[in-house]
């Protein structure tokens, strides 16, 4: 058995992206987008009122951040995957960096590992500067791949 490929950023896993976040309750609470720059996909968290979790310091809510690394983590792989196989996060940690203000956040994932059962990945969120980030998810994903005959 060998590893599962990805497929390259493009208009394709782009719309896989985007069909996730409309389809599913946290796609649409969260309301992100997503955009393929460079060859890779860039993800923004747009602000929000219900994003807010301290109302006297106009602060995103951590939960927030953390459910929006994780969509992103999962979406990378998820949409990069051959169609009809899926990932789901089996693991995340989020390390909260610096505070969040109330405002547009932005996130890219890097693939650490990718193999045939499991990927690591790791999310970074950032907000006025790529260079000070926010926050930082470490996220393990069961790859379940499309049934074949042979199996």
Not at 28 to 51: C, I, N, P
Not at 86 to 107: G, K, Q, W
Request: proline letters at 4%; one cysteine or more.
């Amino acid at each position: 058995m060998t590893k599962i490929d990805l497929l390259s950023p493009g208009e394709d896993t782009l719309e896989r992206i985007l069909d996730w976040r409309d389809r599913t309750a946290i796609g649409g609470w969260l309301a992100f987008d997503a955009a393929v720059k460079d060859g890779r996909h860039f993800y923004t968290l747009r602000r929000a009122e219900h994003h807010v979790g301290n109302e006297m310091t106009r602060s995103l809510h951590g939960g927030v951040i953390s459910s929006f690394l994780q969509a992103c983590a999962v979406n990378e792989i998820r949409s990069r995957l051959d169609p009809g196989s899926t990932a789901r996060a089996i693991s995340v940690h989020c390390n909260y960096l610096r505070p969040a203000a109330d405002e547009d956040m932005f996130a890219h994932v890097d693939i650490i590992r990718h193999g045939r059962r499991i990927s690591f990945v790791e999310a970074t969120s950032w907000q006025a500067d790529q260079d000070k980030p926010i926050g930082r998810a470490a996220v393990a994903l069961r790859i379940m791949p499309t049934p074949t005959d042979d199996a």
